[in-house]
């Protein structure tokens, strides 16, 4: 399998999954009888695979290794953080190198400057440099991760449709991803939106910062600070920038 392929497979049907999960989940939440309860238990959810899984892990260790934690927690929450939708590690870590690697220029995979509205509805289609992903694609845990992708979450879904019943499918395994999903789109896309937010510093780019995105995305919202010391596991600058990931890495890191 070239790299190319590994980068390709898990974004292909990012669309169109989104688009139906997204209408099953309203659909579900404007018929049906649903408690306070699901929802809060939807809300936990995006806590296990947005912050334990995307940004404590895939980002801040797995992409930018700016601290060190246990093979345990590596697993489990990359595991978690797969399961939001938005794809396995490998693809996902290759897509935020290229990010950081070219941002804002013609080669960032997601920058509002280059391709507009189209951020909103990504389909990552590039090769990637193989040496800046071989501790993913030396692993066999990673690899079986993102070869069998969509059968591991057919099966998670599987699983919590048989333990919980359709509430339980819908606001344990859907929501997160709805959530996910679309936040995701939104931060990449408003994370370098000048006017959005402010900049600390000034970078080669137009990121910024943005207490509202840094609020859905558990601390990524300090975007601006995060281009300027990519590899500082805490994205807080001031003192007001609350970066819930940055304390829960600084709970679970080894030193
Ligand atoms: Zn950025
Ligand atoms: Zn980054």
């Given at each position: 399998?070239?790299?190319?392929?590994i980068?390709?497979?898990?974004?292909?049907?990012?669309?169109?999954?989104?688009?139906?999960?997204?209408?099953?989940?309203?659909?579900?939440?404007?018929?049906?009888?649903?408690?306070?309860?699901?929802?809060?238990?939807?809300?936990?959810?995006y806590?296990?695979?947005?912050?334990?899984?995307?940004?404590?892990?895939?980002?801040?260790?797995?992409?930018?290794?700016?601290?060190?934690?246990n093979?345990?927690f590596?697993?489990l929450?990359?595991?978690?953080?797969?399961?939001?939708?938005?794809?396995?590690?490998?693809?996902?870590?290759?897509?935020?190198?290229?990010h950081?690697?070219?941002?804002?220029?013609n080669?960032?995979?997601?920058?509002?400057?280059?391709?507009?509205?189209?951020?909103?509805?990504?389909?990552?289609?590039?090769s990637?440099n193989?040496?800046?992903?071989?501790?993913l694609i030396?692993?066999?845990?990673?690899?079986?991760?993102?070869?069998?992708?969509?059968?591991?979450?057919?099966?998670?879904?599987?699983?919590?449709?048989?333990?919980f019943?359709?509430?339980?499918?819908?606001f344990?395994?859907c929501?997160?991803?709805?959530?996910q999903?679309?936040?995701?789109?939104?931060?990449?896309?408003?994370?370098?939106?000048?006017?959005?937010?402010?900049?600390?510093?000034?970078?080669?780019?137009d990121?910024?910062?943005?207490?509202?995105?840094?609020?859905?995305t558990?601390g990524?919202?300090?975007?601006?600070?995060?281009?300027?010391?990519?590899?500082?596991?805490?994205?807080?600058y001031?003192?007001?920038?609350?970066?819930?990931?940055?304390?829960?890495?600084?709970?679970?890191k080894?030193?």
């Amino acid at each position: 399998m070239s790299l190319k392929d590994i980068v390709r497979s898990n974004t292909t049907y990012f669309v169109p999954i989104q688009l139906i999960v997204t209408a099953f989940v309203s659909y579900y939440l404007f018929t049906f009888d649903y408690s306070l309860m699901w929802v809060v238990i939807g809300l936990g959810c995006y806590f296990l695979t947005g912050c334990l899984g995307i940004t404590v892990t895939f980002h801040r260790y797995l992409s930018h290794h700016s601290y060190k934690m246990n093979k345990f927690f590596e697993y489990l929450f990359s595991f978690l953080g797969s399961m939001g939708g938005t794809g396995s590690t490998i693809g996902w870590v290759a897509v935020h190198k290229q990010h950081h690697h070219n941002s804002d220029k013609n080669t960032d995979p997601h920058s509002p400057k280059i391709l507009g509205w189209k951020v909103l509805f990504p389909n990552y289609k590039f090769s990637m440099n193989k040496w800046s992903l071989r501790h993913l694609i030396t692993n066999p845990f990673h690899l079986y991760l993102h070869e069998y992708y969509f059968l591991i979450m057919a099966v998670w879904g599987l699983l919590i449709f048989s333990f919980f019943g359709l509430n339980g499918f819908v606001f344990i395994f859907c929501f997160p991803i709805v959530l996910q999903i679309w936040i995701s789109v939104l931060s990449n896309y408003a994370n370098h939106l000048p006017g959005f937010g402010y900049r600390n510093f000034e970078t080669h780019e137009d990121s910024i910062n943005s207490s509202i995105l840094a609020l859905l995305t558990w601390g990524e919202g300090w975007h601006n600070n995060h281009h300027k010391y990519p590899s500082r596991y805490s994205f807080q600058y001031k003192w007001w920038e609350l970066d819930i990931s940055g304390l829960i890495i600084k709970a679970i890191k080894k030193n």
